[in-house]
């Protein structure tokens, strides 16, 4: 925070997690909403590098507006891949017992196990995140998204993150059925960092949101979208 006395004249949000990467544990401080009052814009600054002299930490900015990238890239933060597919959610016949879709919480802690259980479990009260388990073919995978507005229409929906981006592959266009079927969306965004493809019919975004991260220790296909304001923070 910037503080005159016990008047809060700006602050920077940031979303703290303790994740494993690889064999070892690392810090994550995604930065989120960043606010000061007119008059102190000009101290503005001194919230961000007082963010960054955090040690130990990975940083991620998933939704820097336009201002805040080119600073960004001056205090050496690298650009995500954010090549994102626009894919209209067209409505598909399922045929017989074989594929399944559900969003029942209890029916999605049976067919979770190990890690995407405990993102489960870590994100299934988080505000901004909805949750599917797709279950085909004796195998399981976990969905998780977010509702998004674009030029004010609440009409899509954003992937964040795919347990089993093989089975994904193979009955995405039934997901993007269902959230078409179950939740109204008419269209899905998927970055195919996340979903590991770009999928069948779909356009590729000409100008895709910009996502960043610093790190010394965390390379670019180690970040993800998890724990963070994208889950936290509907809009």
């Not at 994740?19 to 606010?35: G, H, I, K, P, T």
């Not at 650009?79 to 399922?94: E, G, K, M, S």
């Amino acid at each position: 925070m910037l503080v005159d006395g016990v008047r809060v004249l700006g602050a920077y949000v940031a979303f703290y997690s303790r994740r494993r990467v690889d064999d070892r544990m690392e810090n994550f401080c995604n930065l989120s909403a960043w606010c000061v009052l007119e008059p102190y814009r000009s101290h503005g600054l001194r919230l961000l590098r007082a963010m960054l002299a955090q040690d130990g930490y990975t940083f991620t900015d998933l939704s820097p507006s336009g201002n805040v990238v080119p600073l960004n890239t001056r205090l050496n933060f690298q650009h995500l891949d954010t090549a994102t597919a626009f894919v209209p959610n067209w409505p598909w016949l399922r045929l017989g017992k074989r594929l399944r879709i559900v969003s029942d919480p209890a029916t999605i802690e049976k067919s979770l196990n190990d890690r995407d259980l405990q993102i489960y479990r870590d994100h299934a009260g988080a505000p901004a995140a909805y949750h599917l388990a797709v279950i085909a073919d004796g195998e399981c995978c976990y969905v998780m998204f977010r509702r998004d507005s674009r030029k004010k229409l609440r009409l899509f929906a954003s992937i964040l993150h795919v347990g089993n981006p093989d089975l994904f592959q193979r009955v995405a266009r039934h997901v993007y059925s269902h959230l078409l079927t179950h939740h109204g969306i008419l269209v899905t965004l998927a970055e195919t960092r996340v979903v590991c493809s770009r999928p069948r019919y779909s356009i590729l975004l000409a100008s895709p949101r910009p996502k960043m991260f610093r790190s010394s220790r965390v390379s670019s296909s180690q970040v993800d979208y998890l724990y963070s304001e994208l889950t936290c923070v509907p809009w």
